[in-house]
Nanobody
Framework: QVQLVESGGGLVQPGGSLRLSCAAS????????MGWFRQAPGKEREFVAG????????SYTDSVKGRFTISRDNAKATVYLQMNSLKPEDTAVYYC????????????????WGQGTQVTVSS
């Protein structure tokens, strides 16, 4: 079992930056792939970024490539999402998720979820 707690959301102006954190507790963090998802009002939850257990391989949805960076610190059992050049369309609740082994983009295949943190991009 893994428990996930996100933090770092907030209100930011277009073009600004935020860094989200996801702290994990429980056993086996270093064996899990970690992911960030987001859900905007009236829309389905979507994959944003993922990282394998070692941090060597990352994956991003096209709309955030070059702007967002996912990373992890296994010693701290924490995964991060650095978000730069934020746009109003990035506004959503951002969720951290964990699953065994590989990163996949299908929401239903992730085993553990945090409670989410709100990111609002607005002037």
């Amino acid at each position: 079992q893994v428990q996930l707690v996100e933090s770092g959301g907030g209100l930011v102006q277009p073009g600004g930056s935020l860094r989200l954190s996801c702290a994990a507790s429980g056993r086996g963090f270093t064996s899990y792939a970690m992911g960030w998802f987001r859900q905007a009002p009236g829309k389905e939850r979507e994959f944003v970024a993922g990282i394998i257990w070692s941090g060597d391989i990352t994956s991003y949805t096209d709309s955030v490539k070059g702007r967002f960076t996912i990373s992890r610190d296994n010693a701290k059992a924490t995964v991060y999402l650095q978000m730069n050049s934020l746009k109003p369309e990035d506004t959503a609740v951002y969720y951290c998720a964990a699953r065994s082994f590989l990163v996949v983009r299908t929401t239903d295949e992730w085993h553990y979820w945090g409670q989410g943190t709100q990111v609002t991009v607005s002037s």
